[in-house]
DNA sequence: TTGTACGCGTTATCAG
DNA sequence: CTGATAACGCGTACAA
């Protein structure tokens, strides 16, 4: 039977709606048959509450919810899981809300914070190039978890995130170890304030230290996708620089550039390293696996709510940042260029 | 300021609540100025509808849920995109429901069409092994966009979906075409009416009808994933036998396989031929580009909605189901053995 | 321990 | 065209 009300039971038992409400809600007051009896008889006629009504009731719901945007990154997924159990662990109900690729991630914010009178939020993924107004209409606690906020203003912004420019420096700063010289670099598109320019730096900076002169004609910039990681492999191998190593900015655009390579005739790891960003699934599986940088994803989640709840708590410790540490997965896409030539 | 109602809003403007929620939700019978006031004064407040009062009161709301089991299945995000833009398109809402690995997707199916009063699902992954018990406590239409429903009995069931047999019969017939006679099975596990079972019964009668005598030893059943793949590679690899090429029953799989063949020294496609299903989009970008079989994602999506919606519309059309065109998209992976020996 | 009655924020009805 | 007011289904004071 469709359209069951909490009514309905308590007719069924014989007893009154509240009492029904007490069974549900395991409240204490309600004598252990009475409970018994009601949640025997919800179960036999298959009722489940109105969720509409219940929130519209408790309002103050302890619920948070986590923004995605970009569905199809396989590597939220996994964090989503995370964030979802360390929410459940707090006693915080966690809801998940895409956001279309088109669509501002914080309208999506401000729009459903107030729809479902969340807590907290948590963003996943987006560019966050935002305008002052916009985030300061945000009236909850958010953290961000792709990009750090250092020098962002507004209301109660906190991140987690990893130090870009410091992960890309060692990286790049690796590849110099193993004896390369000439180093391309290949990324999306360079935004003021965003991750791809701190990466660039980071590069820059380690390239200077080492002696070797920063030359812009190695930058390649693409946008982050497979297709653009075979493009910029192409143009790399016709312009006919000796570059020995590739630094990519996310292991989907160093994915595409192997098979740029592939296709040029230039074999990886033996003609041209190469090196990404994410630690994808896949990345390990690929032949050959590419090496990469990896983010404590399960730290990264439990850090995230963390610092949300914090946040949601006292409301002046706003706007503490997280860098979590990585590590490098070491795999067969890097030759080992010393003791050659 | 936090926890604005339509009150505020009517208050503001000095009119009747009624005026504003004719307002806001297009009514025709109100004053254009009036309108144009509201609406300002909403901007101008920053105010949101609470989503569960609303959704509490016009609980006929056209919504529907989209359950996806596997997330992290990146063939599901694509057409959940395509599954939204659909229904959107019909005037329905459409919301997102990810079940965890571990829950039963029948439960959340009947819970969530309860608690949010939803007018049908669609399903997306899982296994549906179920009973029949269940399914008949469902009460609202239901499409399965995974696995074909004929045979199996239930409340409003259909279903869109390719006719694996047969996909997985014309992909043996298109090896033994190209001159493969030892053709190994690669699946995950095989139960009873499900997908695998069904490919695995294809992928006998192709063998069988061309004068190749089944043998079970070539089946080599694991789990869906990477890791599976690089086992059963090497499994086969250490038995010795004389395959010429593998049919794996998902891109993962065969991904996966790929990298185990590639660590025994085995090299694709040249000492062993190898086919998936799925055409992830990873898969375009391997070295070498797998052979796969693509289903065609946006016409699954849209057959999709549309049945749903027909079974919501007329409650006695149910059980229809519908299966949709696959192609095969040929790359790398394949070697042609005629003309050789 | 239990039941009655009110209110959550919204939309729909109906009388002005 | 507009404004009271009655639902929607549930949780919870408060009274019993």
Redesign the interface.
């Known amino acids: 039977m ?2 069951m009300t909490i009514k309905d039971i308590a007719k069924k038992c014989h007893v009154g709606v509240s009492t029904v409400s007490r069974a549900m809600n395991n409240h204490p007051d309600i004598n252990p048959e009475t409970k018994e009896k009601i949640l025997k008889a919800i179960e036999e006629a ?11 009731k408790r ?1 103050d719901a302890k619920a948070i919810a986590v923004l995605v945007k970009g ?2 990154n ?1 590597f939220f ?2 964090l ?2 995370i964030l979802e159990r360390e929410c459940e662990k707090k006693g915080y109900s966690c809801i ?1 809300q ?1 956001v ?1 690729e088109q669509e501002d991630e914080w309208d999506v914010a ?2 459903v914070g ?4 969340l807590r907290g939020l948590v963003f996943l993924g987006g560019s966050f190039s935002q305008s002052q107004e916009k985030i300061s ?1 945000m ?1 909850i606690p958010c953290v961000l978890s792709t990009i750090c906020t250092v020098g962002m203003p507004g209301a109660s912004l906190a991140s987690v995130s990893v130090d870009d420019f410091k992960e890309s420096y060692k990286m790049t700063e690796y590849l110099i170890g193993l004896g390369h010289k000439k180093i391309a670099f290949f990324c999306g598109q360079i935004k003021e304030n965003g991750v791809i320019k701190k990466r660039l730096c980071g590069y820059q900076q380690a390239l200077e230290e080492a002696g070797i002169p920063y030359d812009s004609t190695l930058v390649y910039e693409g946008k982050v996708d ?1 297709d653009s ?2 493009e910029l492999a192409r143009k790399l191998c016709n312009e006919n620089k000796d570059v020995t190593a590739v630094v990519a900015t996310a292991d989907i655009l160093a ?2 550039a ?2 740029g390579f ?1 296709e040029q005739g230039v074999s990886v790891p033996n003609d041209i390293s190469i090196v990404g960003f994410d630690d994808l ?2 990345s ?4 050959p696996g590419l090496t990469t940088v990896r983010q404590e994803i399960s730290q990264k989640g439990e850090k995230a709510v963390e610092l949300l709840l914090d946040n949601i708590q006292d409301a002046d410790m706003t706007k503490r940042e997280v860098i979590i540490p990585v590590s490098l997965s070491r795999r067969e896409s890097v030759r080992d260029m010393r003791g050659e030539e």
Do not use: C
């Open positions: 469709a359209g298959n009722y489940v509450p109105n969720n509409s009504a219940r929130n519209l309002n569905i199809g396989t997924s996994e989503v899981g998940l895409y279309d401000i729009r107030k729809e479902k009178r209409q009236e497979y990681g075979i994915i595409g192997m098979k592939y699934e896949i390990k599986y690929l032949t």
